[in-house]
């Protein structure tokens, strides 16, 4: 005797993968929608690393900030993340703050720059430390 084959419809037999991605694509939806172009924001910054790098060179060699965190490792992508970016004036103008590291301690530095001819002018490094009291460091006024 032969029995009737019952096709299952394509939800039942593709849920397996179709929960996952709905997930994801959930999640990420839910991320751009509440952070709105902050990721965007932090990968510009991360692409034209000139803007953090000068700075940190300059942070770098500066007496007071290496006297109070000691060594200062390279600027990641991870530190970026800690800190917080701001554009103005048509993305010529923007203000970063920046996690550093050394070998006595960690810190922020604050930068803020304008564009001049496809160059970074910088108005103002300041680095913060909060341990073992705060201090704030003048790089540049």
């Known amino acids: 005797m032969n029995k009737p084959i019952i096709k299952k419809n394509w939800l039942y037999r593709n ?5 996952p991605i709905t997930l994801i694509f959930t999640c990420l ?8 172009n902050a990721a965007f924001r932090y990968g510009s910054v991360y692409l ?6 000068n700075a940190f060179i300059k942070a770098k060699e500066h007496k007071t900030v290496t006297q109070k ?4 490792s390279p600027v990641d ?6 800190g917080e970016v701001q554009y103005s004036n048509n993305n010529t103008s923007i203000e970063v703050t ?12 604050d930068i803020v720059a304008h564009k001049n ?4 002018e910088y ?4 680095v913060r430390i909060k341990k073992p009291e705060k201090e704030l460091i003048k790089i540049l006024p």
């Open 77 to 82: 992508f991870f530190q970026l993340l800690e």
């Open 123 to 126: 108005d103002v490094i300041n």
């Open 69 to 72: 965190l000691g060594e200062l």
């Open 15 to 19: 849920w397996l993968w179709l929960l």
């Open 48 to 53: 034209d690393q000139t803007l953090v790098t």
């Open 98 to 109: 920046v996690g550093i590291k050394g070998t006595k301690g960690r810190g922020k530095m």
């Open 29 to 36: 939806l839910l991320f751009f929608s509440l952070t709105g």
């Open 117 to 120: 001819n496809q160059q970074w």
